[in-house]
């Protein structure tokens, strides 16, 4: 059963920021080098980001107030809560684990790693913490209610229910013991105390959203549907942003056979959410009840864009096609269905019957002779498409409940520990790897920060290149600007200084701007000459491995020219490392290099030898991470994901995302 939202509480010491604003300060202070740090000055400064939650450079602060003097609990403690926020609760229950080990008496420590402990399934370790914070502080509420939930997810419910007892007694009751307590009681099947509770509850406070949200889903347990829309209504009303709400009413009232009212609280979930998967698919299979079935399609699509492989969607839309008159379609959506279910002949019946109506007899009769062979009850053919009032879990891909309605999956932790875990909103993540450490003309923006790496060629370059306005040369793997970027008098100004270079130095940069214009032939025509002139410049070894590559992702070569502009591009970076070793962004550029040829271990090899060179190079380990977690290891990759995100790479975050709904994914699959 699904249980109405709580909320842990977060002690307000856990959000107490200092808003103290030393701007002199910041334009003055170098931060160059750690013995020049004030690491109380920077931890402020750190502090001052955090005011206005901006935890990527508050981190950034941490960090450096950390190498500075790295025997101080605060920065870490700091730290944590930053990563905390981020949602990155493995990298914040390890700054937890420092700042208690530099000093194991701040209790305000302990309650923050028992809410990352929380995140990290750890409930027999925060109920550890919640020990100390409540020997420190034994009136301590929010500890105690805490600690009673994780007793709670453990399933030990009479220490559990005595501490929610023991709130609820308080004068004035602690009203999120109710709930709490009201959940236990549902667990341990005593429906009726668990009512009572709740509308004890809604004496104490008759506004409260979670209450009737509890009693809806109470009363569609109880397949008392018109009561469910009733109570599902009034919590609406008291919070209108809630989409979960939307989707329990929407429900209630398909039970009701009031599809039109349920697809109006579709729309409103997908407005308040556009990616919820449940609520387009649900949607899909109304409006096509409804005959509404070309914006039924539009779901179904929506619906496999997230999930290519989902066999029911797949399914339903090779039959809305079909209805609709794409029978070219539906032959593709039948065709790919029928590869991962062979034997689903009714498929085969369908897809012959567009086969008839787009004239092509041969594989219509070819699909009948496969149907009549295994001895089909063509019966089965002849049942509607009707509405079905039962409902399947997302992760059930039976064929044959391709018209019920999905709900999200069980989810244990979201149902006990409420909003804080919050909503994934299915950020899309791209699987690309970051790509390699280049030499690239970029362009200075106020706000924008980009990370370059350590070249010695690139910067005497660099140095040259006075008097542009908004261009700048970077060795660096974040994004080049494009042509029309490139203020029309700085590239004016590039083509007047490339004269007065060295002559590779000229034909490098001749390369870097040939790029930025596509130029890719002319790009690698100066790249080589810049070999040809200098075998020893490790930049043009760089650059040369680099815009083969671009060459090899977006030409039309045959096998063999890929195979040789492959090792032509490993044999450059190679090259350059055995001429600078010690340098880690040739080592990291090498391992993009190995993995973009799919060569796995062996690019997570060189990424970690690039860490060892630089262990604060946040691309290698989120590229690290991402190979890690295509390969299952994740708690490799979860370690990786948050040392990128501790460096600075934002990237890294909604990867975290990711990998927790894998596991829970992995972990439902694999429940009994």
């Not at 400064?45 to 003097?69: C, H, P």
């Not at 709490?180 to 105390?193: G, H, P």
């Not at 049942?383 to 044959?400: A, H, P």
């Not at 899309?428 to 200075?444: G, K």
């Amino acid at each position: 059963m699904h249980l109405f939202s709580q909320c842990i509480v977060k002690t307000k010491s856990l959000c107490r920021v200092r808003y103290i604003w030393q701007w002199l300060f910041l334009i003055l202070w170098p931060l160059t080098a750690s013995a020049q740090i004030d690491a109380n000055a920077v931890t402020d400064m750190g502090r001052n980001a955090l005011s206005v939650d901006d935890y990527l450079t508050a981190i950034r602060y941490f960090n450096q107030a950390i190498e500075a003097k790295p025997f101080l609990s605060t920065p870490y403690y700091l730290r944590a809560y930053a990563k905390f926020t981020l949602e990155d609760y493995s990298g914040a229950e390890a700054d937890c684990d420092k700042s208690l080990e530099l000093n194991p008496f701040v209790p305000d420590v302990y309650r923050l790693r028992a809410l990352c402990r929380i995140h990290n399934e750890k409930y027999a370790e925060a109920i550890t913490d919640y020990h100390f914070v409540l020997s420190d502080s034994p009136a301590d509420q929010g500890a105690l209610y805490n600690k009673a939930l994780c007793q709670l997810q453990l399933k030990n419910y009479q220490p559990a229910d005595s501490s929610l007892t023991k709130l609820i007694q308080q004068r004035p009751p602690y009203l999120h013991a109710f709930q709490a307590l009201a959940q236990s009681f549902m667990e341990q099947k005593d429906t009726l105390r668990a009512v009572a509770l709740i509308d004890t509850l809604l004496t104490y406070s008759p506004n409260d959203v979670n209450a009737w949200d509890f009693k809806a889903r109470y009363a569609m347990q109880k397949d008392q549907y018109e009561l469910a829309d009733s109570f599902a209504t009034k919590a609406i009303a008291l919070n209108l942003d809630n989409f979960d709400l939307y989707l329990l009413r929407a429900a209630a009232r398909h039970q009701l056979d009031l599809f039109g009212k349920a697809i109006d609280d579709y729309d409103v979930v997908i407005r308040l959410c556009p990616t919820h998967f449940v609520a387009h698919y649900n949607r899909g299979l109304l409006r096509s009840f409804t005959g509404d079935l070309n914006r039924a399609i539009l779901d179904f699509d929506f619906v496999l864009r997230e999930e290519p492989d989902n066999t029911l969607a797949l399914y339903n839309r090779a039959e809305l096609k079909a209805a609709v008159g794409n029978h070219r379609g539906a032959v593709a959506d039948y065709t790919s269905l029928l590869r991962q279910y062979p034997t689903f002949y009714y498929g085969y019946l369908q897809r012959a019957a567009s086969y008839r109506k787009i004239g092509d007899t041969k594989r219509a009769l070819a699909d009948e002779a496969k149907v009549m062979k295994a001895q089909l009850d063509l019966s089965f053919s002849k049942q509607g498409r009707k509405s079905t009032k039962k409902v399947r879990e997302r992760s059930d891909r039976e064929i044959e409940r391709y018209q019920a309605l999905i709900e999200e999956d069980a989810d244990t932790v979201r149902n006990i520990f409420g909003n804080l875990f919050g909503k994934l909103q299915n950020e899309r993540v791209s699987d690309e790897l970051r790509p390699m450490y280049i030499p690239t003309i970029v362009i200075r923006q106020s706000g924008r920060n980009i990370s370059s790496g350590y070249m010695p060629e690139a910067e005497r370059i660099a140095a040259r290149l006075t008097g542009l306005e908004r261009a700048a040369l970077l060795f660096t793997a974040d994004a080049p600007a494009g042509a029309a970027d490139i203020p029309q008098r700085d590239e004016a100004r590039l083509q007047q200084i490339i004269p007065k270079l060295q002559p590779a130095e000229q034909a490098i940069l001749r390369s870097v701007t040939a790029m930025l214009h596509y130029d890719y032939t002319s790009a690698l025509n100066e790249a080589t000459l810049a070999l040809r002139t200098d075998s020893a410049s490790v930049l043009a070894l760089v650059q040369h491995a680099h815009v083969l590559q671009r060459t090899i992702k977006v030409g039309d070569l045959s096998e063999s020219e890929i195979i040789s502009r492959q090792k032509l591009s490993a044999s450059s970076l190679l090259r350059a490392i055995s001429l600078a070793p010690d340098n880690a962004y040739l080592h990291y550029d090498y391992a993009c290099l190995l993995a973009a040829r799919s060569m796995t271990d062996q690019a997570i090899e060189a990424f970690t030898k690039a860490l060892r060179l630089d262990p604060q190079l946040p691309e290698a380990y989120l590229n690290r991470g991402i190979l890690y977690y295509r390969s299952g290891k994740w708690q490799e990759a979860k370690q990786d994901f948050s040392f990128a995100g501790q460096y600075g790479l934002h990237q890294a975050y909604p990867w975290l995302k990711r990998l927790r709904r894998s596991e829970k994914e992995a972990s439902a699959t694999s429940a009994p």
